[in-house]
């Protein structure tokens, strides 16, 4: 009998050329060639790369979400390999230009999210997410998206794992070294899986600002703060594990305490 709770999750940890959309989307094409999964999760801006001068050179690269040659493009490989995928590009809607993460899968487009927390210089390049939090149905998974710097704040993913999220997708371009230790934190108070998916490499395109040097280390991180796999700080890799939901699924951490249910929700405050 199948255990419906048994989810195979994946990462691709890329190197993108810079503004060369083709050649980026055919390299991750390659690097998921021979592996199966149910989930992908990609990089934020994978296709792009990260370090745009200004809102002038992100439109220029900006996508429609969906109808973009990098949605129609993942969507094909989803539906040649009957998986789903969540991978981080750069959204145009009318006027407004996004850092976003679409979610796609077999039967097509499903959908999108925008960042939430800009982070130094994407402030100039980049309008605020303006789309709500969502938990996307994805092969039995409640699977949340949150984009990079929106680790930082706490409350992004305790709402998503309010909402039911088993696993968040964490399309990511960290440069912040912290980060992935932060991780584990965040699913040890949520009781959720992570599946953080960041680039390697480096990028120094904005005069006078410091070179940006990508850290790597993609990881997947259980509920009780495991890393079950993470990758190197330097190449280009993928890698595929199997999650058992049931750990997510149960929020008790002993027959008295509950994460959520033992909350004091009457006492806490929430301050401008």
Known sequence: MEN????????????PVFANVQENLSRVEKLLAGHSADLFVLPELFATGYQ????EESRSLAELVPG????????????????????GLVEIEGDHVYNSAVVTGPEGYIGK?????????????????????????????????????D????????????????????????????CPQAMITRCLENRVFAITADRVGAENRLEGEEPLNFMGQSQVVDPNGNILIRASMTD???????????????KSLNSRNHIFNDRRIDIYKLEK
């Open 68 to 87: 973009g040659v990098t949605t129609s493009t993942l969507t094909a490989i989803a539906k040649k390999t009957n998986t789903f995928i969540i991978a």
């Open 236 to 250: 280009e890799e993928v890698h595929v594990v199997q999650l058992d939901l049931s750990l997510a699924r149960n």
């Open 113 to 149: 999210y925008r960042k939430l927390h800009l982070f130094d210089t994407e402030k100039d390049c980049f309008q605020q997410g303006d789309l709500p939090l969502q938990v996307f149905d994805i092969a039995g998974a409640k699977v949340g998206v949150m984009i990079c710097f």
């Open 4 to 15: 419906k709770d048994l989810f195979r999750v994946g990462f691709v940890q890329n190197n």
């Open 52 to 55: 745009f001068k200004d809102k």
């Open 151 to 178: 680790w930082r704040f706490p409350e992004t993913a305790r709402t998503l794992a309010l909402m039911g999220a088993d696993l968040i997708a964490h399309p990511s371009n960290l440069v912040l070294t912290h």
